[in-house]
Antibody
């Protein structure tokens, strides 16, 4: 069974930092791109960042570029989101989502999310 | 790239509901649909315009033609009440884009 479990959320002051983790199980993690998607309270889904299976290619939304860093450890089946210079508008539930193998846009499994409050 | 969805759709139980997603030349893109129930993570319900993942009831179907993509739920049940999001790939900016979401209310 595919599982994605996020952790690391919490309450942080503006300007502060947090590192989110998403640990995967039930599939070959190293074969998949991974996304981070966030959802502000009462709002819709917004893509944040993605990382290729090899950990080298990454992309970011303009709103987080230069402040957030995505990385992964395939040996630990974990993807990370390092968040610096946090702002009030970064307050959201952060979901990690698996990208279906062989595609670049289809998010076929999602974690339950972790709440970040700035 | 901007995807436009109606904020809300209401339907009586047992009837069909269609949720539309508009975007420039959306017929040329692959559209995916996600269902999100309150307090839960999104779940993929339709991918590549009209394909259905295993475990998703046949009552869920999708289409994409011309200027609009649509998610149709036939014989709506109370358990279908949720927010529904369409999503495509933005080729110009090289990242996924979500519609604003549609809240489906079962009367």
């Amino acid at each position: 069974e595919v599982q994605l479990v996020e952790s690391g959320g919490g309450l942080v002051q503006p300007g502060g930092s947090l590192r989110l983790s998403c640990t995967a199980s039930g599939f070959s993690f190293s074969n998949h791109w991974m996304n981070w998607v966030r959802q502000a309270p009462g709002k819709g889904l917004v893509w944040v960042s993605r990382i290729k299976s090899d950990g080298i290619t990454t992309n970011y939304a303009d709103s987080v570029k230069g402040r957030f860093t995505i990385s992964r450890d395939n040996a630990k089946s974990t993807v990370y989101l390092e968040m610096n210079s946090l702002r009030a508008e970064d307050t959201a539930i952060y979901y990690c989502a698996r990208i279906y193998s062989g595609t670049y846009s289809l998010m076929d499994f999602w974690g339950q999310g972790t709440l970040v409050t700035v | 790239y901007v995807l436009t969805q109606p904020p809300s759709v209401s339907v009586a139980p047992g009837k069909a509901a269609s949720i539309f997603c508009g975007g420039n030349n959306i017929g040329l893109k692959s559209v995916h649909w996600y269902q999100q129930k309150p307090g839960q993570a999104p779940v993929l319900v339709i991918y590549y315009n009209s394909d259905r993942p295993s475990g998703i009831p046949e009552r869920f179907s999708g289409s994409n033609s011309g200027i609009m993509a649509a998610l149709t739920i036939s014989r709506v049940e109370a358990g279908d009440e949720a927010d529904y999001y369409c999503q495509v790939w933005d080729d110009n900016n090289d990242h996924p884009v979500f519609g604003g979401g549609t809240k489906l209310t079962v009367l």
